[in-house]
Each structure stands twice: as C-alpha cells, then as structure tokens.
C-alpha cells in the first residue's frame, strides 16, 4: 500500500496547498469538523512539545487527536485517533479511500496521509486535536485548519534549506505561515533574525503573541524539576520525563500552550477533567517520548554490551540539535563516551560531528538501513576522522555495538544518533515497538 502510494506523485517533497485542498474538498473538508487544534511548527523539539502537551490534556482525562511525523517504526504511529495509534485495517482503508477519491490525481505521500488523518480524526469524537506540521508550515499540509484554536513555534534553526531557503530568517517565514488572524501563538525564545520574522508577521496577520521572555519562561531547578513563570509568579511543577536540559524550553512551550487551553477548553468541566496545574504537573512527569535521549536498558542491543555499560538513543538530525547533545554529553564526565553513527547525506553531517567531537572518545559509523540517501558507513566515518574522532565503518549497529564493547578501559556511554530514520530503525531491531 505504502509502495503504491510513493508513487502518486513525481515528488517526494513539492510544497504546495492546492493538491491537498482539493482533495479535502472532495472529502466534504473535514478540516473544518475538527474539535479545536494546536498547530505546532519548529525546526526543534516540536514532536516533544506535542507529547508534553499531550501527556498534560491527558492527565485531566481528555480525548486527544495527534498527527506527527515522520515515524519510527510503524507508519501508523503517525495517526493517534482519540488518544489510540490508529489502527492498521482502520488506516489502510482510509488510506484507499483518499487515494480513490483523489482520482489519480497529483498527490504527495505526505499530503494524502494528512488528508487521512484529518479524516479520521473528523470520524472519531475528542477534545483537542494536535498537528504537527511536516516541514516548514506556510505551504505544508497541516496548514489547512482555518481557525486553529492556538499555533505554536518551537526554536527556528537552519534545516532542509533546499525546501525553506538558505538563512534563519527564510525559514522562520516559512514557520510563521501557520499565523492566523485574531488567534494566539505561543512563541519560543528565538535568534534574534527569526524572531524579528516572526513578530513582523504576527502583527500583520493580527496574532497575537505569548512569548518566552516576555509573557512567559521556563527553567529547571535541583532534582531537574521545572520551573515555570508567569504573571510575575515562579510556578513549581514536576520533574522532567524527559531527560536533556532542552526539554525545559519544549516543556515550557507545552505548559504555555495548556494554559492558555485552560482559559477557553475547560474552565468549567468537571475536576477530573480540569487542564489545572496538577494535570501539567502530571503530564510533564509521565510524558513518553521515544528516541530522545531515550536510555535503552532492555532489549537486544544492551545485551550486547558489558553489564556495566550504557546504550543511548537519540534521533537529532541538524546542527541544533547536535548542539543540544553537545551540552548534555559534557555532563557525562564520569565516563567516556562512544557513538555509533548515521546520516542522510542531505544534511549536515560535518558540522553535527564537530560540535560532538569534544565529548567522543571514538565512532562507529553505520549506513542507515534502507535509506537509498545515506552516507555510507565508510564516508560517515571520514567525516568523524576530519572532526579528530578515531572512527571505523561497521556493517550494522549491532556491529557498531559489538565493536564498541571491545574498546578497553573503564565503562562507557554508547550513544546511537544522527537520524530519526536510524533511531527508528534501531528502536525495531531492539524489540521496541512502543511507539505512539
């Protein structure tokens, strides 16, 4: 099924809106059945901020729709209908029947399962629904709600300038095409030309702004505990259930965003299904998010290690995201650090491995399985030599791994990164599918 729809189209990434409007319309525009959307755009911590804010609407026993991308092991983690991974017979036919309403039209893999999700989330009754955009946001798929009950921009950084432009400032216009007239968007702290952009669009589309550093902000405390402010008041919440000091800006952004929901989704409803603070608290303490600095201790990779060992899972892809591991990395001082390592060839794998070059004592590189656009493990490896990284080419992570072991010395960190597509690829080899 999943073959047949790549083919649709000439294109895997063609950002346009026509297509997918006419095929929503010829579906009856579920789009505009919707119960009320958070619209989520970011180059960073966007799929974390939608499962915080997730974990919060659901910790006050409400339904929620979520849509994101890409995934990791199973295609229909992607859908989350009413609070459940879609179902797979549920998916596939309505997959089909998109794709037979769509009429061999021109249609991109990305825009029809959008379009099914939209479908299905319009079939099904919940509270709140959360969009993810693909890429970018003026031109993706996702921006087809008219009136979004809230938008959301993560931190804006330099990825995919093929498809969003080549500066920070170009690709921070992109994102603020999710604005929309008269409805609010929480706004993460931004470099200064992104947040220029942004501002600049907000007030000619007329939205209005709840931004870090302004309205709100968001740092954590001993014991790693979040600490939100706002109204001139610190409120202390729960420890972060997921680990990296990062996460407190995308917890921030999610609690920021409840807030708000609080004041127009629930202020009467019942206490058991009241967005209140012990609801966020809640959410921000049992929140699951996979492949993000996920610590994998069963399963079998770490039995391929000495007991004594660790084995870490990440999926950032870009320069930010590297630049957030290279912080965490330089707390992990009690013991050297090993990657095993993999990226497509169009992003930037040089700059990735220098930023981390500091904190690894040596790599182990790996093609990314079944990705045609992969660096080779043997020219991933040359990337790691010219950043000062002693690096070897394996034939598959449980190589890398095996490998790894046999360095001598004290007990290390094994940390797998750079790809979302080879975290998923990992997370199914080592017997973790529990995903959505």
Not at 35 to 63: C, Q, Y
Request: charged residues 20%; proline residues 6%; glycine residues 8%.
């Amino acid at each position: 099924m999943l073959e047949r729809l790549s083919a649709l189209h000439p294109k895997v990434i063609d950002l346009s809106l026509s297509r997918i409007e006419r095929l929503l319309g010829l579906l009856g525009r579920p789009q505009d059945v919707l119960p009320p959307v958070v619209h989520v755009a970011g180059t960073n911590g966007k799929g974390s901020t939608i499962a915080f804010l997730r974990a919060m609407l659901e910790a006050a026993d409400l339904t929620v729709h979520v849509y994101t991308s890409p995934h990791l092991v199973r295609f229909s983690e992607r859908i989350v209908v009413a609070g459940r991974e879609i179902d797979e017979v549920e998916l596939i036919a309505t997959l089909e029947e998109c794709e037979r309403v769509n009429a061999g039209q021109p249609i991109t893999v990305f825009e029809i399962t959008t379009a099914a999700a939209l479908l299905a989330f319009a079939r099904s009754p919940a509270d709140i629904t959360l969009l993810e955009t693909g890429l970018g946001g003026r031109l993706d798929a996702t921006n087809v709600v008219a009136v979004p009950a809230l938008t959301a921009i993560t931190p804006v950084s330099l990825d995919h300038q093929s498809f969003l432009g080549d500066s920070i400032a170009a690709i921070a216009a992109e994102k603020a095409g999710i604005l929309k007239s008269g409805v609010p968007c929480v706004l993460a702290a931004q470099p200064l030309e992104a947040a220029a952009v942004i501002r600049a669009r907000a007030a000619v589309v007329g939205s209005p702004l709840i931004e870090q550093g302004n309205e709100w902000d968001a740092t954590t405390r001993a014991g790693g505990r979040l600490l939100f402010h706002a109204d001139g008041k610190a409120l202390p919440l729960s420890a972060l259930g997921l680990p990296g000091a990062h996460q407190a800006q995308n917890a921030g952004v999610a609690v920021a965003c409840a807030r708000y929901l609080a004041t127009v989704l629930t202020p009467r409803a019942p206490a058991a299904r009241r967005l209140d603070e012990a609801a966020i608290a809640r959410g921000i303490e049992s929140v699951r998010w996979p492949a993000r600095l996920q610590h994998l201790r069963k399963g079998r990779l770490p039995a391929l290690l000495p007991d004594d060992w660790e084995l870490w899972l990440d999926g950032g892809h870009n320069p930010a995201a590297a630049d957030v591991l290279a912080h965490h990395l330089a707390g992990w001082r009690d013991r050297p650090v090993h990657l095993v390592f993999g990226m497509l060839r169009s992003k930037d794998a040089d700059t990735f491995l220098a930023l981390l070059a500091p904190a690894v004592a040596c790599l182990a590189a790996v093609a990314i399985p079944g990705e045609e656009g992969s660096l080779s493990a043997a020219e991933a490896a040359s990337v790691a030599l010219r950043h000062g990284i002693a690096a070897t080419p394996a034939a598959s992570v449980a190589d890398a791994v095996r490998e790894l072991a046999l360095v001598a010395g004290q007990p290390a960190r094994v940390l797998i990164c750079g790809s979302l597509y080879l975290a998923g690829s990992v997370l199914a080899e080592n017997g973790d599918d529990r995903v959505a």
